[in-house]
T-cell receptor
Framework: GAVVSQHPSWVICKSGTSVKIECRSL??????MFWYRQFPKQSLMLMAT?????????EQGVEKDKFLINHASLTLSTLTVTSAHPEDSSFYIC???????????????FGEGSRLTVL | AQSVTQLGSHVSVSEGALVLLRCNYS??????LFWYVQYPNQGLQLLLK??????LVKGINGFEAEFKKSETSFHLTKPSAHMSDAAEYFC???????????FGKGTTLSVSS
């Protein structure tokens, strides 16, 4: 099946620094990628929708200046947590929709997730 | 708008027993429904999906789910639980193919020997 890779899997940073998380579709072109955030023992909350070559669409309550999303190519989207603080510590998961999969199944392919810990 | 409600945040069964994880959905359009499993510190693995074809959907690892429009439900079952089934399970819905999924709060499945 389709593979989506996230990097890094784990990252620890100091408060005030910025952290970049990459999401790559390895064997297909992803016109749309979605970023989710998951707090411990909780569900996945959609943060934003990223379309290749255009600005991301953020969900209500998500600070677009804090969570910068770039989708510069059909295989790569990045999430940058700027000036990270301990409350930004979370598990971030991306998912990608294959641009050529016109079957209408609605399936998305998920990355393995990236755990961010801000000290 | 779409939403899902997972009834029961924690389900405990004995090894070999029936597994039943409940999910009810709300959707203004015909829904696409999914069940995912998540192991600690890992991403999501798709168990099965409903896309308006057969109402009884068979997935991986012996799981299946039945779409019941009259009950707006999509419960996940497995006839015989295995220790390796212990994980977090998420029901999800989307209204259009390829759009973002909306997840339920999850159900933790524990399996005892």
């Amino acid at each position: 099946g389709a593979v989506v890779s996230q990097h890094p899997s784990w990252v620890i940073c100091k408060s005030g620094t910025s952290v970049k998380i990459e999401c790559r579709s390895l064997d297909f072109q992803a016109t749309t990628m979605f970023w989710y955030r998951q707090f411990p023992k909780q569900s996945l909350m959609l943060m934003a929708t990223s379309n290749e070559g255009s600005k991301a669409t953020y969900e209500q309550g998500v600070e677009k200046d804090k969570f910068l999303i770039n989708h510069a190519s059909l295989t790569l989207s990045t999430l940058t947590v700027t000036s990270a603080h301990p409350e930004d510590s979370s598990f971030y998961i991306c998912s990608a929709r294959a641009g050529t999969s016109g079957s209408g199944t609605g399936e998305l392919f998920f990355g393995e997730g990236s755990r961010l810990t801000v000290l | 708008a779409q939403s899902v409600t997972q009834l029961g945040s924690h389900v405990s069964v004995s090894e070999g027993a029936l597994v039943l994880l409940r999910c009810n959905y709300s959707s203004s359009v015909p829904p696409y429904l999914f069940w995912y499993v998540q192991y600690p510190n890992q991403g999501l693995q798709l168990l099965l999906k409903y896309t308006s074809a057969a109402t009884l959907v068979k997935g991986i690892n012996g799981f299946e789910a039945e779409f019941k429009k009259s009950e707006t439900s999509f419960h996940l079952t497995k006839p015989s639980a295995h220790m390796s089934d212990a994980a977090e399970y998420f029901c999800a819905v989307s209204g259009q193919a390829g759009t973002a999924l909306i997840f339920g709060k999850g159900t933790t499945l524990s399996v005892s020997s």
